[in-house]
């Protein structure tokens, strides 16, 4: 409703007397609708809120999630206590919800925000000039790290990591974008190819940090550990207590 009007909910309650005129009915009955129909809030309002701030959204991008704001908040303390290191690396941004929240955050990040669907980029272009920042974010069509020129300082990535036996049964997979969660069949098709390019793509200290299934967390740890068999390696929980953030520090 209070998207169907243009207004904030506090204002539906001050004004719950107020009717509505005929297009905005048939606005919110026709999201009533599509809702009724099982498709997500996000896409029905085209926005979401990511760290604080409203980001579009589509059926092309994967709708951010709290978890992610985990993979946030470490990147904005390690950069808190690297004040030299501001070049940064956005791998599989989606909708650029993570570039967007660090660069608003890190008012001299420089980040290069890649993707590899041209929808997405889109979407992520319409974020990063919802706030202005396409001075400090570059967005670019990319496989991975392939077309990202390092090296960086930080690198950050939330890839499509669930195993592809689980999708049937994820009603997340009805309505994303597939493109964005599947990890093939160990969950790890994108995140092993990802790890072995940032090998070659950061300054030293550096921070890599990869958002994984909790599935994952003793592959992950292993192939980390011997990429980087010097670096502090970890794996974060989320607020749910499973295993959710893959941390290097070099």
Request: with cysteine.
């Amino acid at each position: 409703m209070a998207h169907a009007l243009g207004k904030e909910r506090g204002w539906l309650l001050a004004y719950s007397e107020v009717e509505l005129d005929a297009a905005q009915a048939a606005a919110f009955e026709a999201a009533l609708v599509r809702l009724q129909a099982g498709e997500p809030l996000p896409y029905v309002l085209g926005e979401w809120e990511f760290f604080g701030l409203k980001l579009k959204v589509s059926p092309e991008v994967l709708i951010p999630r709290p978890e992610t704001e985990l993979l946030v908040e470490t990147a904005l303390a390690w950069l808190s206590a690297h004040p030299g290191r501001r070049r940064a690396a956005d791998v599989g941004t989606g909708s650029g919800c993570i570039p967007v929240a660090l660069a608003m955050n890190a008012p001299d990040l420089q980040i290069v925000a890649g993707d590899l669907s041209t929808g997405a980029l889109a979407v992520a272009r319409t974020n990063v000039e919802r706030y202005g920042l396409q001075a400090r974010i570059q967005v670019v069509e990319s496989d991975l790290l392939e077309n990202m020129s390092g090296p960086f300082d930080l690198i950050t990535a939330n890839l499509p990591y669930i195993p592809e036996a689980r999708l049937p049964d994820l009603a997340v997979s009805e309505w994303e974008p597939r493109l964005a969660l599947g990890g093939g069949a160990d969950g790890l098709r994108f995140i092993e190819p990802f790890l072995r390019q940032a090998q070659t793509k950061t300054n030293r200290p550096a921070a890599i940090l990869a958002e994984i299934d909790a599935s994952l967390q003793v592959a992950v740890l292993d192939l980390a550990q011997n990429l980087w068999p010097q670096a502090q390696v970890m794996v974060r929980p989320d607020l749910a207590g499973l295993p959710r953030l893959l941390v290097v520090e070099l």
